[in-house]
């Protein structure tokens, strides 16, 4: 069955740096174009970046092109994410996604806490 | 990119239906039949329950279902159960080709 499995998050320092990855079994993943998308505590759904299955499209919310980075490892089947500059409105849980078809986003990890506090 | 707009709260008792709207622009909702919905329990990740023009994956529910008229896309949950009662989020493609969420509706079953 589909799985996507976070990890990465952790306590961080406004100003660190610190990568998250998300490994997927049960499909073909360089089919599948995926994305990040992140929770802070209490608050709803912020879309942040996409990667198409080809790793040749990498989109970026505004609010965090030029301080996070996308990409995956197709020979791994796993998608990462660096953030750097840290700040603490950072601090929030990650999910990876899969792309399904029509806007759909089908399958989702369990999510990894970041959080950003000296 | 401003998130979609949606009512922070709808409540209905079971057996009831509701609906859950998700207003956009015309440079998202209202251009692409791409928008998405999603129901998040407490400290779990979301589901998607809807997408794209009357698609429902597998395994959910027909008692949802989706709409859209110009920039406002719609959840409809009928014959409301208890287990419905979870945060909602609707999502759509935008003209940046990025993705754009809704602010989330907190559905109360009485």
């Known amino acids: 069955q589909v799985q996507l499995v976070e990890s990465g998050g952790t306590l961080a320092e406004p100003g660190g740096s610190l990568t998250l990855s998300c490994a997927a079994s049960g499909f073909t993943f360089h089919i599948y174009h995926m994305a990040w998308v992140r929770q802070a505590p209490g608050e709803g759904l912020e879309w942040l970046s996409y990667i198409s299955g080809d790793e040749n499209d990498k989109i970026y919310a505004d609010s965090v092109r030029g301080r996070f980075t996308i990409a995956r490892d197709n020979a791994r089947k796993s998608l990462f994410l660096q953030l750097s500059s840290l700040r603490a409105e950072d601090t929030a849980v990650y999910y990876c996604m899969r792309g399904g078809v029509e806007g759909g986003w089908d399958y989702w990890g369990q999510g990894t806490l970041v959080t950003v506090s000296s | 990119q401003s998130a979609l707009t949606q009512p922070a709260s709808v409540s209905g008792s079971p057996g009831q239906s509701i609906t859950i709207s998700c207003t956009g622009t015309?440079?998202?909702?209202?251009?692409?039949?791409?928008v998405s919905w999603y129901q998040q329990y407490p400290g779990k990740a979301p589901r998607l329950i809807f997408y794209g023009v009357g698609n429902r994956p597998s395994g959910v529910s027909n008692r949802f279902s989706g709409s859209k008229s110009g920039n406002t896309a719609s959840l409809t949950i009928s014959g409301l159960q208890p287990e419905d009662e979870a945060d909602y989020f609707c999502c759509s493609f935008t003209h940046s080709s990025t993705y754009v969420f809704g602010t989330g509706t907190k559905v109360t079953v009485l």
């Open positions: 015309y440079s998202d909702v209202g251009k692409y039949n791409l």
